[in-house]
């Protein structure tokens, strides 16, 4: 197993030696999402977390 330092609040990331390509991953302390696009070297790219900008609106 191999960690990551999260980008957001510098926890950990954990990464197994069975996570591929495309998983997604998450930190230990702070929850954020990241999805692995690189496993030798292992890189991380953050994903956009939750529905921040989805909201309904339908009544006035
Ligand atoms: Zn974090």
Redesign the pocket.
């Known amino acids: 197993m191999k960690t990551k330092r999260?980008m957001?609040?510098g926890?950990d990331i954990r990464i197994y030696y069975d996570n591929e390509v495309g998983d997604e991953v998450f930190?230990d302390?702070?929850e954020?999402e990241y999805r692995i696009y690189s496993m030798q070297p292992v890189k991380l790219e953050a994903l956009e977390t939750g529905n921040d900008y989805y909201f309904e609106e339908d009544e006035y």
């Open positions: 999260c957001v609040c926890g930190c302390e702070c954020r």
